[in-house]
Nanobody
C-alpha cells in the first residue's frame, strides 16, 4: 500500500504560479512500469489527465497546459511536483495525484484546490 498526500494549492491571480507537491508514504519511483500523474476535476466536469511521468522520466502533457506546466519528481523525497506557471481561470479545479505501479495497484491522493481568479 502507498498513501499520497497533495499540497500546495491555493488562490492565485491569473498569470501567477503555484507548485503542487504529492508526497508518497514510501519509495515508489523504482517499480518497473510505474507511472504517476496529475489529474484535475473542475465543477461539473470529468476528471482529466493534466500531466504524467513514467519510470524512465518521460513526460506527457495535455494540450491545455503544455508549455505552462512542468511535472517532475524527487526520488530521494518520494515526491512528485507540478509547477504551474501562467495560470488561467480555466485551470481552476481540484488537482489529484495518481500512482500506478504497473502491476494492478493504483492509488489517489485526497486532492488540493487550485483557484485562479482576479
Amino acid at each position: 500500500q502507498v498513501q499520497l498526500v497533495e499540497s500546495g494549492g491555493g488562490l492565485v491571480q491569473p498569470g501567477e504560479s503555484l507548485r503542487l507537491s504529492c508526497a508518497a508514504s514510501r519509495s515508489i519511483f523504482t517499480a518497473a512500469g510505474m507511472a504517476m500523474g496529475w489529474y484535475r476535476q473542475a465543477p461539473g466536469k470529468q476528471r482529466e489527465l493534466v500531466a504524467s511521468i513514467v519510470i524512465g522520466g518521460s513526460t506527457t502533457y495535455s494540450d491545455s497546459v503544455k508549455g505552462r506546466f512542468t511535472i517532475s519528481r524527487d526520488s530521494a523525497k518520494n515526491t512528485m511536483y507540478l509547477q504551474m506557471n501562467s495560470l488561467e481561470p480555466e485551470d481552476t479545479a481540484v488537482y489529484y495525484c495518481n500512482y500506478d505501479n504497473g502491476r494492478g495497484f493504483n492509488a489517489w491522493g485526497q486532492g488540493t484546490q487550485v483557484t485562479v481568479s482576479s
